[in-house]
């Protein structure tokens, strides 16, 4: 009997052994799928594969994971422009505006911190997008995606007093708020983990090669590595990410997987480890994305979207560095269905460089002050920025009187002139309760034919053609005329977007004044008027020059400091006329200035 419970007791501790062995076979199964760290409670995989120790290995590891290309799934999208419905329950439409520059926020944070900032920092559609315009939309019965309105308006320059006539483009939508949501997305973000992205956030890298250890602010770096992780938030289970690292050369550090299948947690860890190395080469991290999307080209566009997100400060030295050289690579993908979205990090952010390459199809950029800044932008604006609607917009204007002289707020990189108005790219953006549109307006300034005509009130015709996401074209035509042979505003919308372009252009013409040899300088007088800033995009480029960007401290001859107090006079009075205390910022901006 005894020797029977002892031989039953070694069968249970045996049996017991062997359950704990396969228990443990398990778990170390589970650990790894293909090389893979699996998270043991959820399943998903941790497919990171960048390593600093181990470079060369993650050079040759391949795309892998857990793909499943054909496997689209979800929603299809109505009449190409929304998926599922989202949460809102707003029944009022949604606006556009134009791509390119989202914000002027390397000019602001260049002011506040005390260096001199470079004409490219502030833009026109940028600065147009931190603020909501009336467009002037009375309604129409037009279900096209895109539905035009127009407002005029002769307005006295406050310099010259000469009266000058404008006109604005209302970028309205027919499409309801509640109706619009993103497409499934495939992303690839491409970090810049150069040397110049270990300065501080608000220093210069080049003014001492990131020898300002004692700087107490965060890093770019820091900085770039905490936006990744906001925009990660920002994904569904059915979108697909990877990602790519870039020094002098591109590293694999993610393959594109999808999100419902990837340890989104232990990504984000791995994103918080990453530290700046080496020099700065755009052309291959850009170029390493692009490989990642390849498959993915033929997609089905109502129901995907796939975009490359660059977070860099925009300053290559090794590889492709010309803005020729590179705006190609962007627009060879725009034109496979593979837009771009820029974000610039740090103080030293190279406008320049983005601004020329961002002004493409589907294209557009952003500038980050800090993590929960960025946070909060993302929250509200993620799906409009990844969401380009309407391409190849072109308008034309048919009148015996009038031409167009300037073009503000467009995402073209020439000026137009003449009859026609171009537009590369139109996103979803925000309107507000009593209907205005976030950017909602390009601005368009017009000038006589015939300087000695009294027709001022002839009849203008405008023909608009655009096409939208599928490439199907649309055209429609509007009438419309000056209504006053004196100083009015059809509405607030396009006395804002005046005042607006104004100081844009005091500022423009203030920075090449400072940075320009004498006798290349230009001065605002009562003769000439605000004028648009005189040089060309290559005349800029040729004064400011170079991608490694260096500090200059601010000042302000004594000239533009009463040129300052006259344009913040002006702007107190607009301000009170078309009630919007965001303005303000802009007055504030010219204190700074004029009391340099």
């Known amino acids: 009997m005894e020797e029977g419970k002892k031989k039953s ?18 778990v170390i199964g589970l650990l790894y799928v293909n090389g893979k760290r699996v998270n043991i409670v959820t399943g998903k995989i941790d497919d990171w ?77 940028g600065l147009f997008y931190d603020y909501t315009f009336d467009t002037g939309n009375t309604g129409n019965n037009s279900q096209d995606l895109f539905s035009p309105s127009y407002s005029t308006a002769i307005s006295k320059d406050p310099v010259s007093g000469k009266d000058e006539y404008y006109m604005t483009v209302g970028l309205n939508s027919n499409i309801k708020e509640s109706d619009f949501s993103r497409k499934k997305l495939n992303l690839v973000v491409v970090l810049d983990i150069s040397g110049s992205m270990i300065s501080g956030f608000d220093s210069y890298y080049y003014d001492d090669m990131g020898e300002n250890s004692e700087d107490e602010s965060k890093t770019k770096m820091q900085i770039a590595n905490e936006s990744v992780n906001v925009l990660l938030d920002q994904l569904n289970e059915d979108d697909r990410f990877g990602m790519v690292l870039f020094d002098d050369e591109a590293y694999l550090a993610k393959p594109i997987n999808l999100v419902e299948t990837t340890d989104i947690e232990a990504i984000k860890g791995h994103i918080l480890e990453i530290e700046a190395q080496g020099g700065t080469n ?54 496979n269905g593979i837009y771009t979205t820029f974000i610039g990090v740090g103080v030293d952010f190279n406008t320049e460089l983005t601004e020329a390459i961002s002004n493409v199809r589907g294209a557009n950029y952003y500038s980050v002050q800090n993590s929960s800044e960025f ?15 309407v391409f190849d917009l072109e308008l034309s204007l048919n009148s015996d009187v009038y ?99 104004r100081y844009a252009n005091t500022l423009k013409d203030w920075i090449l004044y400072e940075r320009s040899d004498e006798d290349r300088r230009f001065l605002i007088t009562p003769q000439t008027g605000i004028e648009d800033c005189l040089y060309t995009k290559d005349e800029i480029y040729n ?54």
């Open 9 to 26: 007791k070694k069968i249970l501790i045996i049996v017991i052994i062997l359950v704990l062995l396969i228990i443990v076979g398990v």
């Open 403 to 501: 031409e167009i002289v300037e073009v503000y707020g467009s995402d073209t990189v020439n000026k137009e002139s003449g009859s026609i108005m171009n537009v590369n790219t139109l996103f979803p953006s925000k309107t507000t309760s009593d209907g205005e549109v976030k950017g909602g307006v390009v601005l368009l300034k017009l000038s006589s034919k015939n300087e000695n005509s009294d027709d001022i009130n002839e009849d203008i015709t405008l023909n608009v053609s655009y096409k939208d996401r599928e490439g199907k074209e649309y055209q429609n035509s509007q009438t419309v005329s000056f209504t006053n042979n004196q100083e009015y505003y059809d509405n607030t919308g396009i006395r804002k977007a005046i005042l607006l372009t």
């Open 375 to 389: 946070k909060d932008r993302m929250g509200e604006q993620f799906e409009y920025m990844v969401t380009p609607l």
């Open 49 to 125: 594969v960048y390593s600093r120790e181990n470079i060369a290995e993650t050079e040759a590891s391949s795309q892998g994971g857990i793909m499943n290309p054909g496997s689209f799934t979800g929603a299809s999208v109505t009449d190409s422009v929304s998926g599922a419905s989202s949460s809102s329950s707003s029944s009022s439409n949604i606006g556009f505006s134009t791509g390119g520059a989202k914000d002027v926020n390397n000019f602001r944070e260049n002011i506040e911190e005390g260096y001199f900032p470079i004409s490219t920092d502030i833009t026109y559609n």
């Open 543 to 596: 004064i400011l020059g170079r991608n490694e960007r260096t500090s200059v401290d601010l000042e302000v001859s004594d000239e533009y400091k009463e040129i300052f107090s006259n344009l913040k006079a002006y702007m107190q009075e607009e301000v009170n006329e078309i009630k919007d205390d965001t303005l303000n910022q802009e007055i504030e901006i010219l204190d700074k200035l004029i009391n340099t």
């Open 282 to 335: 755009f052309e291959s991290g850009y170029e390493e994305a692009t490989k990642l999307l390849d498959e993915y080209k033929n997609v089905d566009t109502n129901e995907y979207e796939n975009r490359i997100i660059v977070i860099t400060d925009a300053m290559p030295n090794y590889g492709e560095t010309s803005d020729e050289g590179l705006l190609s690579y962007v627009k060879n993908n725009a034109d």
